[in-house]
């Protein structure tokens, strides 16, 4: 039986696709034809190839290693990626995928495509891969040739012996126009760059053709560290930097081709995106300008006015305007604009506001506090999930964590000394929680509906964590009788401790360091105002943490384990996220010190100091997740990891830190007292309503990180 490895190969640059297309993020990661990428089109029309025991295979650059993995997470799909140190073109990257394909299954063969092709009919596709491997197993090396619709100058062509499945005549580089109507006449089909072959006999024709190449690769591949995510040895840039063509197509006599007629395209410049029909991306108007393409970011109108047959293309510090006639020579512009401003080759370095933001104790008080108090809390005292930039309130359901979050803002609001109505929004919200989530058993329900009905009555220990840590700071800020709902859910709480004391989260991942993260933070609240018991449980959630939630190396902490509490197995338990490493580095310092235990102190200055791996050198901000071996797993950077990151950093005292820290917090703040969330790879925000959710980080990070007064601001 056949077997498929299909690879996708995500080198190239699109130079002819900027100023969408840059270094740090290239065409195939962009969406260009809809709502996913040309990537994550390409891994959905290949990856059902692999069925039936092969292996997705994705070679791309180490640059590029979060984007290949924050898009396959968003697509669920499961790949080997192998990163090479440095691009040594087509034929050494081919060859990679070749050497551990054969090594796994000696009869595999490789479907090699490109990843920012666009195909639209996936089936068509895969219904000539599997044709064009049948033809590879009988030894063949099969490229798939496209039928073409119009005499175009941006493809390579290929002169087939026969119609269907034939041999390769040869192979023709991209001619002029004129040329490429005589091709066609002549029965010639555009190299899709599409090649279909067994591992071994990719392997023997590039020792015969091009012995260096296999010779660097395979010590590259010997070398290479990590599971599913391999980064091939240095050896790598040993290999000769030559096309896959050059190296094997034109000189193998194995070369067959297969005529398809399926749609393609290489979408290697903005006419060809024109071409797809779905090209367009934000808000335009046109008069009298047909056939205009025309791509803006959110927030951004364009008006095309009387100029037919031209791309308009925005983006935050260049803008492009061509005659879709003209987009092949784009490249020209490219260099020109690299000698008149080569910081423009690239995209920014950061992300910054063009509104003047006040200094932050400013903007807590006169925008922020004034906003989330009166828009952000409804009159029966509920708090809304989200406000979006027009000032809507998203509350089509009502979390208990983002009501006791935002009871804990208030209360610490009123602790800071804001003159605001900060104990209105916190009476108004503990009447609230204590009448709509608050079950008979004393713990707190997790969420409700739009309308204040219970939608799940779950106890998450995240949420008991979260109400005891409100009532903790309401009743520091002079809230009477609060002492006792606490005692009762905490007693409640200890009651369903498993036997190493530890706790069990509902959910998918029972056995979890974030809820008794959390848990500890409100134990720490408590225990300078209430019973012994609030210090003994600290002292547990510490030592279990020292012993259990840190690695045996001591360097990091994991998030998630198995029933013994071990790693857990597989993905979860090589999960490290950066924000959680500065929450536990500034909780174990906070407790270290009280107690004066140096291990805690010690741990906190370790798991800070892993956290640092998760710095994204380009634009300076936390990132969302790490591998336990320090390689990036998510490069999007939430709101949240940045203030954990100032709080830490303030309290280890690194003052060079606490500069970039306040820095990245401020990317993500709005003029109007809202914040973005989600910070993406290449610098932009997600357009979304400012979660409710955030705003407790942002008011730990002012009284833990920046401040603790708002009297004199």
């Not at 995510?229 to 030559?242: I, M, N």
């Amino acid at each position: 039986m056949t077997t498929l490895y299909p690879v996708i190969m995500c080198g190239g640059a699109g130079t002819r696709l900027w100023p969408a297309s840059r270094p740090s993020y290239p065409k195939q990661f962009l969406r260009l034809t809809g709502d996913r990428s040309l990537f994550q089109d390409t891994v959905l029309r290949v990856a059902p190839l692999a069925e039936g025991g092969g292996r997705l295979i994705i070679v791309g650059g180490v640059r590029h290693a979060s984007l290949i993995r924050d898009q396959l997470a968003e697509l669920g799909v499961d790949a080997l990626v192998l990163l090479e140190p440095v691009a040594r073109d087509s034929a050494a990257a081919m060859v990679a995928a070749a050497v551990w394909s054969a090594s796994r299954d000696p009869e595999a063969i490789n479907l090699f495509v490109a990843s920012d092709h666009f195909i639209p009919d996936h089936t068509a596709f895969q219904d000539a891969a599997r044709l064009a491997a049948a033809a590879a197993g009988n030894g063949d090396i099969v490229t798939l040739g496209i039928r073409p619709l119009h005499p175009s100058p941006a493809y390579g062509y290929i002169r087939p012996t026969g119609a269907g499945l034939s041999r390769v005549e040869a192979f023709v580089e991209k001619p002029d126009s004129a040329t490429a109507q005589t091709y066609i006449d002549a029965g010639y089909l555009w190299n899709s760059g599409n090649f279909i072959v067994r591992a071994r006999t990719l392997l023997d024709e590039v020792e015969a053709e091009v012995p260096d190449i296999l010779s660097a690769v395979r010590a590259a591949s010997q070398a290479a560290t990590g599971d599913d995510v391999r980064v091939l040895g240095a050896d790598f840039a040993r290999a000769p930097a030559v096309s896959i063509d050059y190296a094997v197509m034109e000189k193998t006599r194995r070369a067959a081709v297969l005529a398809v007629d399926f749609d393609w395209s290489d979408v290697g410049a903005w006419d060809s995106v024109a071409e797809t029909g779905r090209g367009d991306l934000g808000q335009a108007v046109r008069i009298d300008a047909p056939n205009s393409l025309v791509r803006a970011p959110e927030g951004t109108m364009v008006a095309v006015v009387g100029v037919p047959d031209v791309a308009v293309i925005v983006e935050p510090d260049a803008v492009l305007v061509c005659a879709l006639s003209r987009a092949q020579t784009v490249k020209d512009a490219v260099k020109q604009v690299g000698l008149a401003s080569p910081s423009h080759l690239d995209l920014p370095v950061s992300v910054a506001s063009d509104d003047p933001l006040p200094s932050f104790a400013p903007w807590l008080t006169l925008r922020a506090l004034p906003l989330w108090a009166t828009l952000g809390q409804r009159d029966d005292g509920a708090f809304v999930e989200a406000l979006t930039e027009q000032g809507g309130r998203i509350q089509d359901r009502r979390r208990a964590r983002v009501q006791a979050r935002q009871i804990y803002v208030y209360a610490q609001a009123g602790l800071s000394g804001w003159e605001g109505p900060w104990r209105s929004c916190v009476e108004r919200g503990l009447s609230r929680l204590m009448a709509d989530y608050i079950r008979d058993d004393g713990l707190c329900r997790t969420l409700l509906d739009g309308s204040g009905a219970p939608l799940d009555d779950t106890a998450m220990i995240y949420d008991q964590a979260f109400v005891l840590f409100a009532l903790a700071t309401a009743r520091r800020a002079g809230i009477p009788d609060l002492e006792r709902p606490a005692l009762r859910l905490r007693e409640s709480l200890l009651s369903a401790a498993l036997p190493n004391g530890l706790f069990q989260e509902a959910g998918p991942h029972p056995y979890q360091a974030n809820a008794h993260m959390h848990l500890l933070e409100a134990c720490l609240a408590w225990e300078d105002q209430g019973d012994d018991q609030w210090r003994a449980l600290a002292d547990r959630i510490v030592d279990k943490a020292l012993d259990l939630f840190v690695d045996q190396s001591g360097r990091f902490l994991r998030e998630f384990f198995s029933a013994d509490w071990g790693p857990a197995p597989g993905a979860d338990g090589d999960l490290v996220e950066p924000g959680h490493q500065f929450e536990w580095a500034w909780l174990l310092e906070t407790y270290g010190s009280r107690r004066g235990y140096r291990r805690a102190r010690e741990a906190a200055v370790r798991l800070y100091d892993f956290g640092m791996d998760g710095i994204c050198p380009r634009r300076g901000v936390a990132m969302n997740a790490l591998n336990t071996d320090g390689s990036v797993r998510s490069a999007e950077a939430r709101l949240w990891p940045q203030t954990e990151w100032l709080k830490a950093a303030t309290l280890l005292g690194r003052g060079h830190d606490i500069k970039r820290a306040e820095r990245a917090l401020r990317l993500y703040l709005t003029v109007d007292g809202r914040w973005h969330d989600r910070l993406q790879p290449d610098g932009s925000f997600i357009a979304e309503a400012a979660p409710a959710s955030s705003f407790y980080h942002i008011m730990m990070a002012f009284a833990h990180g920046q401040g603790s007064s708002l009297a004199a601001s």
